[in-house]
């Protein structure tokens, strides 16, 4: 992956300013793979992207994280701080041979892997948690056969549950970093702490506070010695904080 430059991660912060969630994801997404259009970024498995998310957080700011959570227990609370190594985090999908098959009692279907595309569509459309598992299965089934029948496009919103549970713990074994999950024990009360890591979200905070501190650094070096925003974004982080500290002597 080439690391890209401060000047084009500045853009991309001050472009997902103006956004939520899934906009920001899709921003550093393509910082992650500028050469991939918007139709291919949204319609890779979701572990692809956490995948090339984790690889530019490596890239950006090295292999470990600092993690905060609450403890779950409502009488403890505690604020549990932590350094996560993420050198083995982001593993890419693994289909198996043939695709993803699921057979349960007359169905049998094939699968695709959910996509950040199919969590966008399902989001503005389910009523429940359970509703948006029925939307995504019905998504991402590309065949599926009951009793020796074809099932029609239109039959596949109503599959049952055994079908759903099927298709979502081969898709978990399939692509197992689509949802990182930490289990942690408070050091406190011993309760564990079940956590979702969010490399996007994580990545974006990161970024927001990496940006916020360049631009206080291009506003002292341009009102110390009249340059330009590139020509200060041009010098290596070193050679910044070397002038920095020249200011700070003066």
């Known amino acids: 992956m080439a690391v890209t430059g401060p000047a084009e991660l500045l853009a991309t912060w001050e472009a997902g300013l103006a956004q939520q969630g899934s906009g920001r994801a899709l921003l550093l997404h393509r910082a992650a793979r500028p050469e991939a259009g918007t139709d291919e970024l949204l319609s890779v498995p979701l572990g692809e992207r956490a ?4 690889a530019l957080r490596r890239a950006l700011f090295g292999e470990r994280m600092q993690v905060t959570i609450g403890c779950a ?3 403890c609370g505690e604020a549990m701080e932590f350094e996560l190594d993420a050198a083995g985090l982001g593993a890419r999908p693994r289909l198996p041979e043939g695709g993803l098959r699921v057979s349960e009692g007359e169905w049998s279907l094939e699968f695709r892997l959910p996509s950040p595309a199919d969590l966008d569509a399902i989001t503005s459309r389910a009523a429940d948690a359970e509703d948006a598992r029925r939307l995504l299965g019905a998504r991402c089934a590309l065949t599926a056969v009951r009793g020796g029948r074809a099932v029609e496009r239109d039959e596949l919103s109503r599959l049952p549950d055994a079908v759903l549970k099927r298709f979502a713990e ?10 990182v999950t930490l289990n942690v024990a408070c050091p406190e009360c011993g309760a564990a702490t079940p956590a979702e890591l969010d490399i996007a979200a994580y990545l974006w905070t990161e970024l927001d506070a990496w940006a916020r501190d360049v631009m206080l650094d291009v506003h002292l070096l341009a009102s110390a010695y009249g340059w330009s925003e590139p020509q200060i974004l041009a010098l290596s982080p070193l050679r910044r904080r070397y002038y920095l500290e020249l200011c700070a002597d003066v």
């Open 51 to 54: 995948a090339d998310l984790f």
């Open 73 to 75: 227990d409502p009488d």
């Open 170 to 179: 081969a898709a978990e074994q399939a692509d197992p970093t689509a949802e």
